[in-house]
């Protein structure tokens, strides 16, 4: 009886770790296959360092093929392209304004990576850019509204 008891007990631990498993699976699925289109997305990080003024740094994905966002100083627009269902990118060349910055700032390097966007990845909040394998950039969604024109 004890073991009948142990065993049904056992049974039911794993059918609940099981359950809460595949929950964070699917949830990290659905996160994973969302569009990047149709949110505007904050830098909080760059380069593994935060960014002190995260709101000075938006990127939108538009729904004919181009990106568009600001820098500290410029805006910068250029056409992208996903290339396949795991993540793959293709983002550039990318142009941007020519306005000059008083303070330094990463607006530069930010505008830079762009072209060497290999491969991006959504979690349940975040969009990440990776270039050479490794997080380049991190987002956070916005409120505000995506401006397609």
């Given at each position: ?22 929950q964070?699976?699917?949830k990290?699925?659905?996160?994973a296959?969302r ?6 997305w904050?830098?909080?990080?760059f ?10 740094y ?24 996903v ?14 304004t ?18 060497n966007?290999h491969?991006?990845q ?5 969009l ?14 916005t409120?505000?509204?995506?401006d397609?024109?």
């Open positions: 009886m004890k073991r009948t008891i142990t065993i049904a007990a056992v049974a039911l631990l794993a059918g609940i770790l099981l359950t809460g498993c595949c964070k699976c699917r990290s699925r659905e996160a296959t569009p990047i289109q149709g949110t505007v904050h830098l909080v990080e380069d593994g360092k935060p960014v002190d003024a995260p709101d000075k938006e990127l939108s994905f538009l729904a004919d093929g181009r990106v568009a966002g600001i820098g500290e100083c410029n805006r910068f627009f250029g056409p992208y392209q290339v396949n269902a795991n993540g793959g990118i293709k983002i550039g060349p990318v142009a941007s020519m306005m000059a910055c008083l303070d330094p700032n990463i607006e530069t390097e930010f505008f830079r990576m762009f072209e966007v491969l991006y959504l979690d349940e909040k975040n990440y850019l990776f270039v050479d394998n490794k997080i380049k950039a991190v987002f956070e969604p409120d505000k509204p995506v397609e024109e």
